[in-house]
């Protein structure tokens, strides 16, 4: 563990990630302290540009942006967490199963990610989305996570094939270990690397996918996401109106969110890929 917790250290990708992460999470903590008032209180008219006490200015409701933003990060972020352990859970489940089991239940189970994978996942979004009369923030990370597990599905499946077979499962099995035991503890901690990479890329997968549907206007409702932000600057038409404070502070909250998940995967990928760490 030691040893790899100092491969991660070493890792420029895996630092630089780490780092750009927990800046957001240090605003995302700390401005909300230093402004404590409600994220939906007018504190000045409509697109009020950045001056003094308002970094960011001010939305078309007169809110200050700078908070929203806050508020937005911690809602896109529990999406983002919540989305991708219910995704990374039953691609998981899915995979283990069918690839160290075999057989039918291979077959049945592989027919059923590969029809997931060929629906485009989006489009399953969205019909679901317009579908829900009442659309809180669990119940789009439910159904943004029930809808994107199959890539992982796919490669947990492949590796689990492989293991089957391996000496210490078959020791393991004649010394009469049941499936679910032989599961955990012969099998997932091969894959429990590959897992905790998933999980980094399902979570940011369900980021963009909030801030797309919500930007439609199909996120959750009461509540304040970095879609619903860009979303109400598209309403409101500030990027005709020059208010590039609105949404531009968004997008590049959106941007280095994802960028830097995407850099912890790819440097955690150098330390845990025995191919490109040699």
């Not at 629906?119 to 990370?141: E, K, M, N, Q, Y």
């Not at 997932?188 to 990479?197: C, D, E, I, K, W």
Request: proline share 6%; glycine share 8%; with cysteine.
């Amino acid at each position: 563990m030691r040893t790899l917790l100092a491969l991660l250290i070493r890792s420029p990708k895996f630092v630089t990630g780490a780092v750009i992460l927990l800046l957001l999470l240090l605003f995302m903590t700390v401005y909300p302290v230093m402004n404590p008032i409600s994220p939906i209180t007018s504190v000045g008219g409509a697109f009020e540009p950045p001056r003094s006490g308002l970094p960011f200015g001010t939305d078309n409701f007169g809110r200050d942006v700078t908070l929203s933003l806050a508020y937005g990060l911690e809602t896109s972020l529990y999406v983002g967490i919540v989305a991708g352990l219910i995704a990374t859970v039953i691609g998981l489940t899915i995979g283990l199963l069918a690839g160290f089991v075999g057989g039918l239940l291979d077959n049945l189970l592989n027919a059923l990610t590969n029809m997931f994978i060929v629906i485009p996942p989006f489009i399953v979004l969205i019909l679901i989305s317009v579908s829900l009369r009442t659309r809180s923030i669990a119940v789009v990370a439910l159904v943004i996570g029930v809808t994107a597990w199959p890539w992982t599905a796919r490669a947990i499946r492949a590796q689990a094939s492989s293991l089957r077979v391996r000496d210490h499962v078959n020791l393991a099995r004649v010394s009469g270990y049941s499936l679910p035991r032989l599961l955990v503890i012969s099998v997932l901690p091969y894959v429990a690397s590959y897992v905790f990479m998933a999980f980094i890329l399902q979570m940011a997968s369900a980021i963009l996918a909030e801030a797309t549907l919500s930007m439609l206007g199909l996120g959750p409702h009461g509540t304040i996401t970095l879609g619903t932000m860009l979303n109400w600057a598209l309403l409101f038409e500030a990027p005709l109106r020059g208010a590039w404070w609105v949404f531009l502070p968004v997008a590049l909250c959106i941007g280095f969110l994802t960028f830097s998940l995407f850099l912890m995967n790819s440097g955690m990928d150098q330390v845990f890929n025995p191919k490109i760490r040699s």
